[in-house]
T-cell receptor, first 112, second 117 residues
Framework: DQQVKQNSPSLSVQEGRISILNCDYT??????FLWYKKYPAEGPTFLIS?????DKNEDGRFTVFLNKSAKHLSLRIVPSQPGDSAVYFC???????????FGTGTRLQVFP | DTGVSQNPRHKITKRGQNVTFRCDPI?????LYWYRQTLGQGPEFLTY????????KSRLLSDRFSAERPKGSFSTLEIQRTEQGDSAMYLC???????????????FGEGSRLTVL
């Protein structure tokens, strides 16, 4: 049972444009959502998070949007830079556990 | 370097052999997690510790897998009688439980890649 889904395995965006990565979830008990970025041969690194009581959180070029009614999460990167090229994982957690549930990832490629 | 350290980075073994991976978390972090990642998938939770106590184990963790954190610092993950299906990247992460505002933020190591021939 895939509780966190990233249906787009890859995304290609031109430098300077907007990247939007999407994530859907099924478990309504999730109360915190996170995005991680992973470069090859490295472990995932935390990027940005959002609590379920909010619908938007912004940090520099990165904004995460949460639509609870649709059980949908998205990450917006603007402007996109070549250094953003990586695999992005969304993840979720419930209040009564301490384990992150990850999606399958979306590979973002930002080309000049 | 004060990040999460994992050893070895890559292990090649023959089916049926035992392997052990070590994780040294960030020193002030009292929670330690093990995840497994296979090609094309996201990290899958295996188990986690708070200090030396193992608080949760995934059903993915068969009887051939055992994890320990004897002194609440480093942890080991042992796989006995390895199978080809065990081939994966084994990721360790640590965190310090605190303000819920940063709940869920894990600091990952670079992983230990296991190849079972």
């Amino acid at each position: 049972d895939q509780q966190v889904k990233q249906n787009s395995p890859s995304l290609s965006v031109q430098e300077g444009r907007i990247s939007i990565l999407n994530c859907d979830y099924t478990n309504s008990m999730f109360d915190y959502f996170l995005w991680y970025k992973k470069y090859p041969a490295e472990g995932p690194t935390f990027l940005i998070s959002i609590s379920s009581i909010k619908d938007k959180n912004e940090d520099g070029r990165f904004t995460v949007f949460l639509n609870k009614s649709a059980k949908h999460l998205s990450l917006r990167i603007v402007p996109s830079q070549p250094g953003d090229s990586a695999v992005y994982f969304c993840a979720a957690i419930t209040a009564n556990t301490d384990k992150l549930i990850f999606g399958t990832g979306t590979r973002l490629q930002v080309f000049p | 370097d004060t990040g999460v350290s994992q050893n070895p980075r890559h292990k090649i073994t023959k089916r049926g052999q035992n392997v052990t991976f070590r994780c040294d978390p960030i020193s002030e972090h009292n929670r330690l997690y093990w995840y497994r990642q296979t090609l094309g998938q996201g990290p899958e939770f295996l188990t986690y510790f708070q200090n030396e106590a193992q608080l949760e184990k995934s059903r993915l963790l068969s009887d051939r897998f055992s994890a320990e954190r004897p002194k609440g610092s480093f942890s080991t993950l042992e796989i006995q009688r390895t199978e080809q299906g065990d081939s994966a990247m084994y990721l360790c992460a640590s965190s310090f439980p605190g303000d819920r505002a940063v709940s869920g933020e894990l600091f990952f190591g670079e992983g230990s890649r296991l190849t079972v021939l």
